[in-house]
């Protein structure tokens, strides 16, 4: 099956640093590409659409400027977490649709951000 | 504005229990509707997706209904086992296309051995 590999699993940063995140669709091309956070005993919550290519869109509510998404390949996706702050900690997970069969998104393994 | 509840929040039964899992969304214009088990730190496993014009689906011991006029959605674990224990996620999508899904706080479930 399709394979959506994310890295960092885990990262810990202190506050005002910039953070990576990489989105990799191993076995796949993926035009889009989806951002999502989960705060502790909250649901995953979407933050932003990403098309490879274009500019993402983000939801209500998210900073554009603040989470930086780009998605240069149909393979990669990226978010830059900007000047992080505690606030910020999260669980940030990606997924990938694949190209001429969105109706299914494959997540990847997530990401633990702590900001101290 | 899209609104996924599941209950209940958490759930703990003896090893070889059939239960069910609920969940409801508010708009019933959905493209289908997904399962997924969360384990601790880790992410996402699909487990079962239904087509809007779907009743249901089934993998082994698990079975997820669709009744998307009421807005509802259950999951059905067989004999449950110890191995079965996880947070069990619900989402829905809207579109097809480029649309994210709107996911449930989901339930955690434990299975006592």
């Known amino acids: 099956g399709a394979v959506v590999s994310q890295h960092p699993s885990r990262v810990i940063c202190k506050s005002g640093t910039s953070v990576k995140i990489e989105c990799r669709s191993l076995?796949?091309?993926?035009?889009?590409m989806f951002w999502y956070r989960q705060f502790p005993k909250q649901s995953l919550m979407l933050m932003a659409t990403?098309?490879?290519?274009?500019?993402?869109?983000?939801e209500q509510g998210v900073e554009k400027d603040k989470f930086l998404i780009n998605h240069a390949s149909l393979t990669l996706s990226t978010l830059t977490v900007t000047s992080a702050h505690p606030e910020d900690s999260s669980f940030y997970i990606c997924?990938?649709?694949?190209?001429?069969?969105?109706?299914?998104?494959?997540f990847g393994a997530g990401t633990r951000l702590s900001v101290l | 504005k899209q609104e996924v509840t599941q209950i209940p929040a958490a759930l703990s039964v003896p090893e070889g229990e059939n239960l069910v899992l609920n969940c409801s969304f508010t708009?019933?214009?959905?493209?289908?509707l997904q399962w997924f088990r969360q384990d601790p730190g880790k992410g996402l496993t699909s487990l079962l997706l239904?087509?809007?014009?779907?009743r249901e689906q089934t993998s082994g011991r698990l079975n997820a209904s669709l009744d998307k006029s009421s807005g509802r959605s259950t999951l059905y674990i067989a004999a449950s086992q110890p191995g079965d224990s996880a947070t069990y996620l619900c989402?829905?999508?809207?579109?097809?296309?480029?649309?994210?899904?709107?996911f449930g706080k989901g339930t955690h479930l434990i299975i006592q051995p």
């Open positions: 997924s990938a649709s694949v190209a001429g069969v969105e109706n299914i998104q494959y």
């Open positions: 076995d796949f091309q993926a035009t889009t």
């Open positions: 990403s098309n490879e290519g274009s500019k993402a869109t983000y």
């Open positions: 708009d019933s214009a959905i493209y289908n």
């Open positions: 239904i087509q809007s014009s779907q």
């Open positions: 989402a829905v999508r809207l579109g097809g296309g480029a649309d994210g899904l709107t």
